[in-house]
Structure formats: structure tokens, C-alpha cells
């Protein structure tokens, strides 16, 4: 039997800029893809998506050329390539001058997904990496982006809501913070943001006839949940096999939000787990997950490494075994 061929997923985010290349193995489940490469960039595409949402040159100048080295790997491994974009391409104003330049370098256009399809690609990724868990029961899974954040919810498997917010770590950094470290006057602009927003996702939170119910798993994904679980397992450098599938306790979100509220960005940019170039940004994502959690009851937060890249590798995947059955 010869070998699948091997994709090349990219996920154009308002901060990062993320690469999977993966190879499915014949007669097994998704999840047990052959890895071939991982890459991940913070490029902060959407600089000033705070402010007018224009995408500053530099910006676009880092991702172009993370995009470079991307398809450089993806012929490496002749991989297929496909290339999303998410809430910073949906709002810039200058979208057209980036995606066009970002076609020719990659020879297949960047796909600008609506928020609807992100939260169905995040939902994908984590259900195929934990399947058993996300088919017991009640599910929440939560992106927190630079540019947004999405929220799905589940009953055994079945998506029973799904929202993308215009809160995101990077869009609420720009839009509030002023001082280093943040006056509390700040923080708690940015708590209100969120607040409204979610007060727009009640049903994320309930049963569906307005009772709260809490979900039975809470499920984090992307840069924000992965760091501060690397921050709270202490590690000097990134593992995404301890991060994913780990534990963030509800407990230990707090105490990692206390030591950022205090902090410098200089003395953020030393803290364990943390990369230096998301010290400006991390804790508004992270008001954004105590959030959530807060209105879950969640006790704990299970981290997953594999976001909306992943969710696409699923997809396509899944179409090029459809088309090879007889």
C-alpha cells in the first residue's frame, strides 16, 4: 500500500502564525497522524487590531516571510497546502494587499474563514484528539485567538451552540492597556469587554432553557490556554507533549494571573513557559479564560495543543480517504 499524502496546514492568526505538516496513517484514527514537521511564529499579523484594524507593514512583512519558510517545508515533505486566515484578515481594511502577496509566495490562496467555520474547525480538532472525553457529555471548548475567541459548546459529541466573540488577547491589549504593569482601572476595562461579550453567549454557559449547567469538561485551546499551562507546569521550554492533555487548574489560573498582574513586561518576558514575544498580550487572554471559568464552575481547564490547524489536517484528511474508498 503506498503512503498517504501528507498535508500542509496554516492557520494565519491575529498574533501567530502556525504551520502542521502530518501524513494520516492508513486504517487509523486521525489523531495518530504521522507528524512530519510543527512550526509556530508569533508574527502579530494584527498589530492595531485594537485600534483602526489596519495591518501594519510589519506585520505583514514577519508572516510573509514565516510563510516563506512554511512552504519551503511543506515541498520538503511534498506536502498539499492549505492556508487559512482568520479575524485579523476579516476586518483589516488592507486585507487584499497582504492575501495577495501571500498567494503568490504560497502558491494557493489563504482561505479568510468566517467565525462560524473557525469555531466548527476548533471543534473538530479537539473532538478527533479526544474523542472519548467530548463524547461523555456536556463540553465546552474555548479558543481565546489575539482577534477573537470562540466558544462551542457540545452534548455527547453533538454541537449544540457555537459563537465567535470580538475579544481576543491581542485586540483587548491594544484597545485598553496604557501602563506597564496595568493600572487595575485597565484590567478592569478589559474584565467589562469580556463581560459584555459573553453576556452575547449565555447559551454557551446553560442547558439550553436558560438553567446554568456546568459542562463536564472544559476544553482550552490555542496560544493563551497553552501558555499559561506551560507557565504553570513551570517549563523552560515549550513541550507539546506535556502541554497537551495536561490539567490547568482553576486554582492555579488565578495565581498565574496574580504573578502577571504584578509583573513588568520585562520580568514577563523571563517567567518559565512563557515566549518572551507574548508577554505584552498574555494577560488579557488570560482574563478572558478566568472569565470562562468563572462562569462554568469549571475546577480545572484540559489543555489541548492542537487547534484550528489541526481541525483542518481532520477535514482534509477526511475528504482524501473518502475519495480513495472504492
Do not use: C
Amino acid at each position: 500500500m503506498s503512503a498517504a499524502r501528507a498535508f500542509a496546514t496554516i492557520d494565519v492568526g491575529t498574533n501567530t502564525t502556525l504551520l502542521l505538516v502530518a501524513r494520516p496513517r492508513p486504517g487509523r484514527p486521525a489523531a495518530e497522524a504521522e507528524v512530519l514537521a510543527e512550526a509556530a511564529e508569533i508574527t502579530r499579523l494584527g498589530r492595531g487590531i485594537g485600534a483602526d484594524g489596519r495591518l501594519g507593514e510589519e506585520g505583514i512583512a514577519r508572516t510573509l516571510e514565516a510563510l516563506d519558510r512554511y512552504r519551503a517545508v511543506a515541498h520538503t515533505h511534498q506536502a498539499a497546502i492549505a492556508a487559512i486566515g482568520t479575524e485579523a484578515l476579516r476586518r483589516a481594511p488592507n486585507a487584499g494587499t497582504f492575501l495577495g502577496e501571500a498567494a503568490r509566495r504560497l502558491g494557493v490562496p489563504v482561505e479568510v474563514i468566517d467565525g462560524e467555520r473557525e469555531a466548527a474547525l476548533t471543534f473538530r480538532a479537539v473532538a478527533e484528539s479526544f474523542p472519548a472525553e467530548v463524547g461523555a457529555g456536556r463540553a465546552l471548548v474555548v479558543d481565546i485567538g489575539g482577534g477573537s475567541t470562540e466558544l462551542v459548546a457540545s452534548e455527547r459529541g453533538a454541537v449544540t451552540f457555537r459563537r465567535s466573540l470580538p475579544i481576543g488577547s491581542v485586540r483587548l491589549h491594544e484597545r485598553h492597556v496604557r501602563h506597564d504593569p496595568p493600572e487595575k482601572s485597565e484590567l478592569r476595562a478589559v474584565v467589562s469587554d469580556v463581560e459584555a461579550a459573553l453576556e452575547t453567549a449565555a447559551e454557551a454557559f446553560s442547558a439550553g432553557s436558560g438553567a446554568p449547567r456546568p459542562a463536564t469538561l472544559l476544553m482550552g485551546v490555542a496560544g493563551t490556554v497553552t501558555s499559561l499551562s506551560a507557565m504553570s507546569l513551570g517549563l523552560r521550554s515549550y513541550d507539546p507533549a506535556r502541554v497537551h492533555g495536561s490539567r490547568l487548574g482553576a486554582d492555579a489560573l488565578e495565581a498565574q494571573i496574580v504573578r502577571l498582574e504584578n509583573a513588568t513586561q520585562a520580568e514577563r518576558e523571563q517567567m518559565a513557559g512563557l515566549d518572551p514575544k507574548r508577554a505584552d498580550v498574555i494577560l488579557a487572554g488570560a482574563l478572558i479564560l478566568q472569565a470562562i471559568v468563572r462562569r462554568t464552575g469549571a475546577a480545572e481547564v484540559r489543555v489541548s495543543d492542537r487547534g484550528i490547524r489541526w481541525g483542518l489536517f481532520y477535514e482534509l484528511a477526511s475528504r482524501a480517504a473518502e475519495a480513495a474508498s472504492p
